[in-house]
């Protein structure tokens, strides 16, 4: 599994666009990269999945350049609600556990 | 839309005693999975599930647990022996298949153990 590396925390304001990084150097060729959001309490929940280029749904979009080494969550116009913590998570696509790392803490400010 | 739920939503149990989770997973998902957050810290996976056997599990996963898929709907963590360490959120999730479009993993709102 393909370890990742992610900021720890970030804030931002209310209505600004808000870019998380992960890093994730040794993924392999039948990888996806994938998203999650966690708020206190309550259980992960899937925001968006890319193997490669651009990737945008209802609530965020994911980069990802094409040496696939790195990939960036993007939150248009945060609000207060999405303070949370985010997770990458890197996995092939028969692996059925995943690790979750330390994720990146978004707070939110208004 | 379709969600994951687990009962209960707090369970204080002994030191030594045995609980049972239980989860029901949405209905048209083939694997199931079970994670654990203990207070502040990462999500850790347990342990898979598909076609009524374990397909993988992490070292956290020892005899101590056992999981079973008792009827079509039920999807279940036992932990026979309860520790102080075992004091945690515990997670179900689920999903549609393991690679491709559909394999993400639908989380449930957890059941918080709490060993006295």
């Known amino acids: 599994l393909a370890k990742t590396t992610q900021p720890i925390s970030m804030d931002s304001y209310e209505g600004q666009e808000v870019n998380i990084t992960c890093s994730h150097n040794n993924i392999a060729t039948n990888d996806y990269i994938t998203w999650y959001q966690q708020f206190p309490s309550q259980g992960p929940r899937f925001i968006i999945q890319g193997y490669k280029t651009k990737v945008t749904n209802e609530v965020a979009s994911l980069f990802i350049p094409a040496d696939r080494k790195s990939s960036t969550l993007s939150l248009p116009r945060v609000s207060l609600s999405d303070t949370a913590v985010y997770y990458c998570?890197?996995?092939?696509?028969?692996?059925?556990?995943?690790?979750f790392g330390a994720g990146t803490r978004l707070t939110v400010k208004p | 839309e379709p969600e994951v739920t687990q009962t209960p939503s707090h369970q204080v149990t002994q030191m030594g005693q045995e609980v049972i989770l239980r989860c029901v997973p949405i209905s048209n998902h083939l694997y199931f999975y079970w994670y654990r957050q203990i207070l502040g810290q990462k999500v850790e996976f347990l342990v898979s599930?598909?076609?009524?056997?374990?397909?993988?599990k992490s070292e956290i996963f020892d005899d101590q647990f056992s999981v079973e898929r008792p009827d079509g709907s039920n999807f279940t963590l036992k932990i026979r022996s309860t520790k102080l360490e075992d004091s945690a959120m515990y997670f179900c999730?689920?999903?549609?298949?393991?690679?491709?479009?559909?394999?993400?993993?639908?989380f449930g709102p957890g059941t918080r153990l709490t060993v006295t």
């Open positions: 599930f598909y076609n009524n056997e374990i397909s993988e």
């Open positions: 999730a689920s999903s549609e298949r393991t690679s491709g479009v559909g394999y993400e993993q639908y």
């Open positions: 998570l890197v996995r092939g696509g028969n692996n059925n556990d995943m690790r």
